[in-house]
């Protein structure tokens, strides 16, 4: 059987709340009913949406639940040294390109870019994105929850940028190379990143990498139909009630709840990862959660 490697990474943007816990919770118990591994990364890529304290606010969180991972934490921030290898890989294949374009320029677009910049031959003598040149193929590939996926980035998002302008490595680059590098075999985690997924399998491809199995799990959002993020301010998730929590969790997963009370979170875990079943996630993006 080929080795398991999961892991769940959380952008340190802000504390735990009941969205990243159903997505650890699930990454978790996938890899632990796999007798996998289960890796914790940190995201901290992007200093200026780290919150200070979140990082710790999120591991202690994560302990408390009883949501121990394998290993040593991977630091985003201090992983830079690959993502400058990946980026050489792409730029000696000629895949890479300077652009000046401004937010402006794009918002016109509409979002998508339309490689205003792809032949433009730009030095980065002033601080520059640095996109990648795609051709128009779709990829493929079957979430395990949310079913057959195709996505073509040429024609969604366009060249898309691996080097942002302030010099920080894109999150797409990041994720993959980090990914491979600790050899993850399943990627479970929120929907709200199934439309990242087709230019990650993308980079992939690129850089010689194995493309990790998906699953996408519904993500909490309030009865308004706003995603519960760090962002918009969700309220950390009740450490003193983490079994409380735990259930809320499977519940929302569409698992079985144990018909006897279990004493400890720890427990509880070890029960659910004896009676994960994937066939009972549900198969959608989002799902109402009330507190
Ligand atoms: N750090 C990302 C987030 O918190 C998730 C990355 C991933 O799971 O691929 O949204």
Redesign the pocket.
């Known amino acids: 059987m080929q080795p398991y490697i999961g892991r769940f ?3 340190p943007s802000g504390p735990l709340h009941f969205g990243s816990l159903v997505a650890a919770l699930a990454s978790y118990l996938d890899a632990h009913a796999h007798a996998g591994k289960w890796l914790l990364r940190i ?1 901290d890529l992007d200093p200026p949406r780290v919150v200070p304290g979140a990082a710790q606010q999120i591991i202690d969180a994560l302990r408390c639940h009883g949501l121990l991972w394998d290993g040593e934490i991977c630091w985003q921030s201090q992983r830079s040294a690959a993502y400058a290898s990946a980026l050489q890989t792409l730029r000696n294949r000629r895949l890479l390109y300077f652009c000046d374009c401004t937010r402006a320029m794009l918002a016109d677009a509409g979002g998508t870019y339309r490689g205003r910049c792809r032949d433009r031959g730009l030095k980065a003598n002033s601080p520059m994105a640095c996109r990648v040149r795609l051709d128009g193929h779709t990829i493929r590939f079957t979430d395990l929850f949310q079913g057959p996926q195709s996505s073509c980035p040429l024609q969604e998002s366009g060249d898309f940028v691996v080097q942002r302008k302030d010099r920080l490595y894109a999150y797409q680059l990041a ?1 993959v190379v980090d990914d491979a590098s600790s050899g993850v075999t399943h ?1 479970i ?1 929120g929907a709200d ?1 199934l439309d990242s997924c087709g230019r990650q399998i993308y980079l992939q491809q690129l850089l010689g990498f194995d493309t990790p199995v998906y699953g996408h799990v519904p993500v909490a959002s309030t009865v308004y139909g706003q995603k519960l993020s760090k962002q918009n301010l969700s309220p950390e998730i009740e450490r003193h009630a983490a079994l409380d929590n735990l259930l809320a969790a499977l519940r929302f997963l569409g698992q079985t709840l144990p018909a006897q009370p279990q004493s400890n979170s720890a427990e509880l875990l070890h029960w659910a990862v004896r009676n994960w079943r994937r066939d009972q996630v549900p198969h959608s993006m989002a799902q109402v959660y009330e507190s």
Do not use: K, N, T
Request: aromatic fraction near 0%; avoid cysteine.
């Open positions: 990474a959380p952008s995201d994720v990627v985690r990143l």
